[in-house]
């Protein structure tokens, strides 16, 4: 299906309205009147984009205004912004390889954190053996902040359980989570406790956060660090009038964020739960296990996510949740979904 305009909470199709459940405009800002006046006002201040490199001799204060914001509202000691959530798992990965004798990954994780020869951090419902052995070793554990086919963010506990002879490096990418989770949407980084030498950060900013680019957060020696990777030096930064504007905007994500938790809120007091859907109110997707469901949500001019990451996968069909998301818009999914539950 081809639109010609953006897919806010209802979208035009073959010239019939469609109430429309998907994307990954969690926050709903992409249609956000007022953070479009302060993208607009940033575009006319910082023009359209900047080519230049970030180690370049001038400097521009945006960088520093969003990425402070950031570092901030992430509860890291630093962050830096890149031109994308791909582009940060990459950095990321590129340097943390010559520090890490083995890596291990949980669930299926985004590519933007994945790399060669990996281990799964559970082997038939138990911890690898090899995260349990005396062999000093420095290893580095990715996952996403909350898994695909997930509502609830990741489980680190087992990270309790890890032989001490290890020195742990954790990388999350919170995509997912970022903007969604946590106290104003900081995401889960800030509430990691467990005992590990060091934790990083990345996420897309093009998702909860509504503008082209990425951000790593972490320690700040690991941040000056990725600062001088050629990878990061030989290319353009994030555009700058997006990063001024994620300063800009710090009012308008908590306003936001609110008003989702309101929407997942009430979906949770009028939803009938059973295994057909996954669910849960602090997480702004309904998983659906029917496609005859689905089917049926779009006979009902309702239109929701549902797609494959890779040819040969099974199809992904997932409301999608925003801000955005008026009461009636709720009560005309949530009755269909409940009408077709009570029938199975």
Known sequence: MIVNKFPDRSIEIDQEQFLYFGGTAYLGLPTNTEFQNLVVQNILKWGTTYGSSRTANIKLSAYDAGEKFLASHIGAENAVTVSSGMLAGKLVLEKIKAHTDSFFHLNEIH????????????????????????????????????????????????????????????????????????????????????PVKRKIMVSSLGKAFGLTGGVIAGDAQFISEIKELETFTSAAGMNPAFVQTISDASEIYI??????????????????????????????????????????????????????????????????????????????????VNEFNSQI
């Open 111 to 194: 590519s933007a954190i994945t790399t060669q020869n990996s281990l799964p951090v559970f082997v038939d419902n138990k911890l690898n053996d090899r995260l349990l052995d005396s062999k000093s070793k420095r290893i580095t554990i990715l996952t996403d902040g909350v898994p695909s086919f997930h509502t609830k963010l990741v489980d680190l506990s087992f990270l309790e359980q890890i032989s001490k002879s290890k020195e742990i490096t954790l990388i999350v990418d919170e995509s997912h989570s970022f903007g969604i989770l946590g106290e104003n949407g900081a995401g889960i980084y800030s509430s990691i406790s467990f």
């Open 255 to 336: 306003k936001q964020h609110k008003k989702l938790l309101e929407n997942l809120s009430y979906i949770d007091s009028i939803l009938i739960k059973n295994d057909n859907v996954k669910f849960d109110k602090t997480y702004p997707l309904i998983y659906l296990l029917s496609q005859k469901l689905v089917e049926k949500l779009k006979s009902e001019k309702i239109i929701i996510a549902s797609f494959k990451y890779t040819p040969e996968a099974e199809p992904l069909n997932r409301i999608v949740i925003t801000a955005n998301h008026l009461k009636e818009d709720l009560d005309k999914l949530i009755k269909v």
